[in-house]
Nanobody
Framework: QVQLVESGGGLVQTGGSLRLSCSAS????????MGWFRQAPGKERGFVAA????????LYADSVKGRFTISRDIAENTLYLQMNILKPEDTAIYYC????????????????WGQGTQVTVSS
């Protein structure tokens, strides 16, 4: 019902910036909350940021607050994650996800997932 395609990952130096994009398809996309998660080697998948379908509310992990910004373009069915002042600890595979009920910090709230895109921050 919902398909997600991510792009924008890559290699960047410490202090640099990247913008991740998630192109979504689905007839009810505009009413779904969306979020970003990441998984670093040897660690569990963790929450990064989320946004309600209307864009009126956002959530951020403490580790990225003030550096990352989540946004969405409903008309173009695209989710973004602007990542600034990147640090080596931001290195991970980043996943776009859709929540059909409610956004939250836990993975269980999200029902559809993208394939992931690798972000590597060099030190």
């Amino acid at each position: 019902q919902v398909q997600l395609v991510e792009s924008g990952g890559g290699l960047v130096q410490t202090g640099g910036s990247l913008r991740l994009s998630c192109s979504a398809s689905g007839r009810t996309f505009s009413r779904y909350g969306m979020g970003w998660f990441r998984q670093a080697p040897g660690k569990e998948r963790g929450f990064v940021a989320a946004i309600t379908w209307s864009g009126g509310s956002t959530l951020y992990a403490d580790s990225v607050k003030g550096r990352f910004t989540i946004s969405r373009d409903i008309a173009e069915n695209t989710l973004y994650l602007q990542m600034n002042i990147l640090k080596p600890e931001d290195t991970a595979i980043y996943y776009c996800a859709v929540a059909t009920s409610s956004i939250g910090y836990a993975s269980r709230w999200y029902d559809y997932w993208g394939q992931g895109t690798q972000v590597t921050v060099s030190s």
